[in-house]
């Protein structure tokens, strides 16, 4: 079936622009994350869904940085006024249950904030 | 919150040789373990992935020991291939209802040498 898709695969910013990264999981996971991979790094957790709703959003950087999931499906992770430290690959992940450990990543969305 | 340290972070190796890369974690709390494998701009794949109740699992030619009293991971691959060559990243996590974020180590680039 079909994995978890990320749009757009780039995306190139101004400094100040906003951008907004589109997350699709694969159908029917209850479980969606986000992280920030920035070059040469591990992946590093951002937010957390179950569902609608946001459980966890203990590792988004500042308030610039906003998630939804308003229907339990789709996830957007918005970015405000974008700074070139906010430069990165940004990877969702999405998993079957709440309990269930294993986590299917998306291919990313690489911004690029100039 | 956890810490994960990952040694090498480069690896060269001979076709056919095993190569093995380590990981230490800081919370005693946390019980799986998943290696994931990256290819250059690729999404991270889940290879293989432990349980804290079992000190070792194996899979083909990749096996995975735990040892919990020294909070340390490692996997081992076998009878390398060229297409083994890539960025392994081990992570750590805490198994909860409420979603299990990933902690990642830095990477360790392999190569594997013809």
């Known amino acids: 079936g079909a994995g978890v898709s990320q749009s757009p695969r780039y995306k190139v910013a101004k400094r100040g622009q906003d951008v907004a990264l589109r997350c699709d999981p694969i159908s029917g996971h209850v479980s969606l994350f986000w992280y920030q991979q920035a070059l040469g790094q591990g992946p590093e957790f951002l937010t957390y869904?179950?569902?609608?709703?946001?459980?966890?959003k203990s590792g988004l950087p500042s308030d610039r940085f906003f998630a939804e999931r308003p229907e339990g499906s789709v996830s957007t992770l918005k970015i405000q006024r974008t700074q070139q430290e906010d430069s990165a690959v940004y990877l969702c992940a999405s998993s079957p249950g709440t309990s269930r450990e294993t986590q299917y990543f998306g291919p990313g969305t690489r911004l690029l904030v100039l | 919150g956890e810490n994960v340290e990952q040694h090498p972070s480069t690896l060269s190796v001979q076709e056919g040789d095993s190569a093995v890369i380590k990981c230490t974690y800081s919370?005693?709390?946390?019980?799986?373990f998943p290696w994931y494998k990256q290819e250059l701009g690729k999404r991270p794949q889940l290879i293989i992935d432990?349980?804290?109740?079992?000190g070792e699992k194996k899979d083909q030619r990749i096996a995975v020991t735990l040892n919990k009293t020294a909070k340390h991971f490692s996997l081992h691959i076998t009878e390398t291939q060229p297409e083994d060559s890539a960025v392994y990243f081990c992570a750590a996590s805490i198994l909860t209802g409420g979603g299990n974020k990933l902690t990642f180590g830095t990477g360790t680039q392999l190569k594997v040498e013809l």
């Open positions: 432990i349980r804290s109740n079992v």
């Open positions: 869904f179950q569902n609608e709703a946001q459980l966890d």
């Open positions: 919370d005693s709390a946390s019980n799986y």
